[in-house]
């Protein structure tokens, strides 16, 4: 366990502190457990890695867990366990305990701010660092809001260039999209609960809150554009199976006419080579003539039916019900 004591400061005639916990063990959490009088359900929750953000009041002391971007994700993550990082909050008028699993870069720069400003004589009260930490949780989000700007443009512009398959990378997109959105609209509604607890913090509180809604519109746009590029590629990739199936099918439109004008013929010339020895025809002097005209009339009959009805016209339909 990596303990950090932030700041000591003393307000209003009253003493607190910030402590900041990596990393803690059981044995660890059990400790500041009964050190700080922590509820045991509230500190087992710290250590797991599914809970979504929540507050809890337990008289004086407040519980929450908030979950800020994780700013080293990969590009293909896309579940809030991937994407995010979770901190766990205590607050009291005592003190602010900070509990995490490992470094969160943009977290240690919020707590250097708030030394600079104990060292400063500022003042620094159990809330302003509650709503602070809160407030770092969501604009940890302005960098992803970011990051798929820039991938929604790439991905729109492979949906138009018909650049490979790219559903899965719509998928992801749209995963990616989903799981920050949750993660701040359940950020910023813890604030009205705050903000009956803090009223005196109300601009603070509708900073917090203006900024999250801020980002959520971001996401839910990008979730929405993800939405309708992937449904476009699905209509295009379609339309692209509908011209090939037509294709298919004039080609065998085609081989089916000809196959109807050889029918006849095949026949005629399948009867006449039979070689049977008392065959009536095969004594006709014009008996060739005669099959030969014979085969010209059926395909000039066959034609014309076929003009009549509109096979032959590729510009139009044939009826069905007359044919």
Known sequence: MIEDKVLSASQAGRKFEWIDVQAPTHEDLSALAAKYRLPFHAVTDCLEPEHFPKFESFGSLNFLIVRSYDASASIDCDTVQELTRKIAIFESSDFVLTIHRSDIPSF??????????????????????????LNHAVQSYQ????????????????????DGDTFEEGYFLKRRASAIKRMLRMTVD?????????????????????????????????????????????????????VASFKTNEVMRILTIFSVFFMPLNLITGIYGMNFENMPELKWPHGYYGAIAVMIVMTLTIMIYFKRKGVLDPSREANAENF
């Open 108 to 133: 240690s720069a919020l707590k250097d701010d708030w030394r600079r400003k104990a060292k400063d004589g500022q003042v620094c009260l159990p809330d302003q660092i509650l709503l602070a930490i």
């Open 190 to 242: 813890m604030l009205p609960r705050l903000s009956s607890q803090y009223p005196e913090d109300a601009s603070l509180i509708q900073d917090v809150k203006e900024n999250g809604d801020r980002l959520y519109a971001h996401v839910e746009e990008f979730y929405d554009n993800v939405t309708s590029l992937v449904g476009l590629q699905l209509a295009l990739s379609n339309h692209r199976l509908t």
């Open 143 to 162: 960098k992803p809001a970011e990051i798929n700007r820039d991938l929604l443009e790439g991905f729109e512009r492979k949906v138009f260039r018909h």
